[in-house]
């Protein structure tokens, strides 16, 4: 079935299999089904002979067998069906095993956040190392994450990992993963979650073990010099265009130097938008709203302040 994506994990394979199975067996009935229709529709059809269609009632076995056997068949199948996933949703959602690395993860309008357990390989302490839109695993790993939504139901996907999980606001859902193989990988949602759904991606970076010590002991995310690179991995264009088109929030276009009305602490304010501005309203957007966009949607970014100048560079070319 090489029409699937890349299978980088330990289950894939068995889900896979499932697939397959299930496929199979949809296909091989609906061919089976659709010859019956097309030979009684042929068979029977209007003729000299037969010029009125019988009245049948299904009153005898006869009749009602047509009924009964397929109907008996069709739940035997399924039966058949959930014996075989019964076994694999086991194994993949219900016993996880032992975690060698645990990861919270959170969904929110319009992007991923992750926590990392940092050097000492405690989540929840001084040291946790979080990104946004990038989770970075060593392979060959149990990682166990918890998975939680900020405000609406999310569905993290990682379709090399054959994994999809809902995320629900007010739980965290735990979860398991581990990574055959090292190389990036898209992390997408998998539920539509309003009007930057289709930005809301991410990267899964399975680094090989000693690369993976080196990211955790100085763990740069992003570092790079293309803007676009930025913006979409940080899921800024989900909300921001650079066309001058009104997506969530205000388009890049045009930005740099701009005189806005701003509101700040319920006052309206007169700003120009330069370097100090553009770095407050990454890190703290909601000190300042533009006025006449919703106020408390934009997230805080975790940009670097590298990422930031570059940003700036780029907003300036945007006349
Ligand atoms: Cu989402």
């Not at 929110?108 to 989540?123: E, V």
């Not at 979409?232 to 130097?257: A, L, Q």
Request: aromatic content about 10%.
């Amino acid at each position: 079935m090489n029409f699937l994506p890349e299978n980088i994990a330990t289950y894939g394979t068995q889900i896979d299999g499932l697939a397959a199975l299930i496929s199979w067996l949809g296909l091989t009935s609906f061919v089976l089904a659709e010859a019956a229709l097309v030979y009684a529709a042929f068979r029977y059809r209007r003729s000299e002979k037969r010029k009125r269609a019988a009245y049948i009632k299904g009153e005898s076995w006869g009749q009602a067998k047509w009924i009964f056997i397929p109907l008996i068949l069709v739940v035997l199948l399924d039966i058949f069906i959930d014996i075989k996933t019964t076994a694999v949703w086991k194994q993949v959602k219900i016993d996880l095993p032992t975690a060698d690395m645990n990861v919270r993860i959170v969904g929110q309008q319009f992007n991923w956040q992750f926590t990392h357990p940092g050097k000492d390989g405690k989540l929840g302490t001084e040291d946790d190392v979080k990104t946004t839109n990038e989770l970075h695993v060593p392979v060959d790993t149990n990682v166990v994450f918890e998975l939680g939504a900020k405000d609406v139901l999310h569905s993290f996907f990682v379709p090399a990992l054959r994994l999809t999980q809902d995320a629900v606001p007010g739980r965290f859902i735990h979860g398991w993963f581990n990574a055959t193989k090292p190389g990036k990988y898209e992390i997408a949602c998998g539920q539509i979650c309003g009007a930057g759904h289709t930005g809301m991606r991410g990267m899964l970076i399975v680094h090989n073990k000693e690369e993976f010590q080196k990211w955790v002991e100085n763990p740069v995310t992003g570092g790079s010099t293309d803007p676009m690179e930025i913006l979409k991995g940080n899921g800024c264009t989900s909300c921001h265009s650079v066309d001058g088109t009104r997506v969530v929030g205000p388009s890049y276009k045009g930005i740099w130097g701009r005189s806005e009305t701003v509101i700040t602490d319920g006052a309206e304010r007169q700003v120009v938008v330069d370097e100090a501005y553009i770095k407050k309203s990454i890190r703290e957007p909601k000190a300042d709203t533009v006025k006449g966009y919703p106020a408390g949607v934009m997230p805080a970014g975790t940009l670097s302040d590298a990422d930031i100048d570059v940003l700036i560079k780029y907003f300036k070319t945007l006349k």
